[in-house]
């Protein structure tokens, strides 16, 4: 396999199991939902209609959940941990929607990793990191388990 040049992320080795990071932050707008809405086709009333979102129990427009999974997705990377080195993401486990994210929040991720176990045959080795998504209170909107394959040290 020809290694890439412009490695930035850890390699499987360099993973430890407790290992935490948090993203920066970023603040979700109309038009990412808009946008979001066009890409999907999820034209759902309770992200596009303010009025119909009034009389919901979130009481206005709130983010599709998996805009703000996408984006949460997007600041991970934004870190640089696995830039160059993920081999492919594998799994999402137990993921939770738990709060609304609404227009002009801002979420970031804090990231545990919590476990690994190698594949050599494959030249890397499974990565789980758990990801709590959080709002500008601190208040998890969104939780859960993602499995990455990442690249082993080259030798």
């Known amino acids: 396999m020809k290694e890439n040049s412009e490695v930035r992320g850890l390699y499987f080795e360099e993973f430890e199991m407790g290992m935490q990071v948090k993203t920066s932050g970023r603040t979700i707008t109309e038009a990412d939902v808009i946008n979001f809405a066009g890409v999907s086709g999820d034209y759902n009333q309770i992200h596009i209609d303010a009025e119909y979102s009034k009389g919901t129990p979130a009481g206005a427009r709130i983010a599709h959940g998996l805009l703000i999974m996408s984006i949460a997705s997007g600041l991970v990377v934004l870190t640089g941990m696995m830039e160059g080195t993920v081999l492919v993401f594998r799994e999402i486990k137990d993921w939770k929607f738990i709060k609304p994210v609404y227009f002009n929040d801002t979420i970031h991720v804090d990231v545990n ?27 998890t909107v969104m939780k859960g388990v993602w499995s990455t394959l990442i690249r082993s040290k080259p030798e």
């Open 113 to 139: 990793v919590v476990g690994l176990k190698p594949y050599r045959r494959l030249g890397g080795g499974l990565v789980e990191t758990e990801l709590d998504v959080k709002n500008q209170n601190d208040e």
